[in-house]
């Protein structure tokens, strides 16, 4: 049996707000292989939720990051330097757009909504992959998480939807440029599930049963697939893989209309 040992690996997840937390699903993958981790956190408001996550994991780190604030970011990876030296994987699971961006025509997103969706959702996976650079071991692995908006039409999904086709062009982009240095760039597209991103989607839970009908599984896929792929992403088990968008949504991308 192939067994997945982080042991004496370090880890970076960003955007954990929750239990229900794609990030989560993915960082509590690392914790159990026995990685090290820091989870980022954007604001204090957000800091007592996650420390009641990690209280079972002891001497697991936090900090915070706002993604958006240069400042915060230097501060974060100065953080790990001083703490890991290096740093082997990147989790990043952060999005957002207005909620109005969302609730409107896409045609009437304001240029103010456009600039905070992608700033927020796509660069900054490259800005994160810039300060993280200098720390990165080689065979470091980085991973992003994707919807399907990105590449057909999701109504009220909008700008998001832009949002994320930047995101998987950018985890291109960086897996060639990263590439010389043994360290690979992946997108996890996972389907429709009950996150708190998801709240803010007008008509998610429509969303949600119209994707399970359609799926070639007939159901949603799950958070604990989506740790799995991300855990399977990061180690070294997927080595030849970079530059990829891997769907984790029962088979729903596949189908190009049902009967049923």
Same mark, same amino acid.
């Given at each position: *049996?192939?067994?997945?040992?982080?042991? @004496?690996?370090?880890?970076?997840? *960003?955007?954990?707000?929750?239990?229900? /937390?794609?990030?989560?699903?993915?960082?509590?993958?690392?914790?159990?292989?026995?990685?090290?981790?820091? $989870? /980022?956190?954007?604001? +204090?408001?957000?800091?007592?939720?996650?420390?009641?996550?990690?209280?079972?994991?002891?001497?697991?780190?936090?900090?915070?990051?706002?993604?958006?604030?240069? &400042? +915060?970011?230097?501060?974060? $990876? #100065?953080?790990?330097?001083?703490? $890991?030296?290096?740093?082997?994987?990147?989790?990043?699971?952060?999005?957002?757009?207005?909620?109005?961006?969302?609730?409107?025509?896409?045609?009437?997103?304001?240029? =103010?909504?456009?600039?905070? #969706?992608?700033?927020?959702?796509?660069?900054?996976?490259?800005?994160?992959? %810039?300060?993280?650079?200098?720390?990165?071991? +080689?065979?470091g692995s980085?991973? !992003?998480?994707?919807?399907?908006?990105?590449?057909?039409?999701?109504?009220?999904?909008?700008?998001? @939807?832009?949002?994320?086709?930047?995101?998987? &062009?950018?985890? %291109?982009?960086?897996?060639?440029?990263?590439?010389?240095?043994?360290?690979?760039?992946?997108?996890?597209?996972?389907?429709? *599930?009950?996150?708190?991103?998801?709240?803010?989607?007008?008509?998610f839970t429509?969303?949600l049963s119209? #994707? &399970? +009908? *359609?799926?070639?599984?007939?159901?949603?896929?799950?958070? =604990? =697939?989506?740790?799995?792929? @991300?855990?399977?992403?990061?180690?070294?088990?997927? /080595?030849?893989?970079? @530059? =990829?968008? !891997?769907?984790?949504?029962?088979?729903?991308?596949?189908?190009?209309?049902?009967?049923?």
């Amino acid at each position: *049996m192939i067994g997945i040992d982080l042991s @004496g690996k370090t880890a970076l997840v *960003m955007g954990v707000t929750n239990s229900y /937390s794609l990030g989560w699903a993915i960082g509590e993958k690392l914790l159990q292989a026995g990685a090290k981790c820091i $989870f /980022s956190y954007q604001g +204090e408001r957000l800091k007592p939720a996650l420390e009641k996550l990690l209280a079972p994991y002891e001497g697991t780190l936090t900090g915070q990051c706002d993604v958006t604030n240069e &400042a +915060e970011l230097e501060s974060l $990876f #100065a953080q790990i330097k001083a703490e $890991f030296g290096s740093l082997d994987y990147i989790v990043h699971a952060v999005a957002y757009a207005p909620r109005a961006s969302m609730e409107g025509r896409f045609v009437d997103t304001t240029q =103010e909504d456009w600039n905070t #969706a992608l700033s927020v959702s796509a660069y900054s996976l490259v800005s994160v992959a %810039r300060h993280a650079e200098p720390l990165l071991n +080689e065979g470091g692995s980085i991973v !992003t998480l994707t919807y399907y908006a990105s590449q057909k039409v999701v109504p009220k999904y909008n700008v998001m @939807g832009i949002a994320k086709a930047a995101l998987e &062009a950018s985890t %291109r982009y960086l897996a060639y440029e990263l590439g010389s240095k043994n360290v690979r760039v992946n997108a996890i597209s996972a389907g429709p *599930m009950r996150t708190v991103a998801a709240k803010s989607i007008p008509g998610f839970t429509s969303m949600l049963s119209k #994707a &399970a +009908e *359609m799926a070639a599984l007939k159901r949603n896929a799950t958070s =604990e =697939e989506v740790g799995k792929l @991300g855990l399977f992403l990061l180690s070294d088990l997927s /080595s030849g893989i970079t @530059g =990829e968008t !891997t769907y984790v949504d029962a088979g729903y991308n596949i189908m190009g209309m049902s009967f049923e």
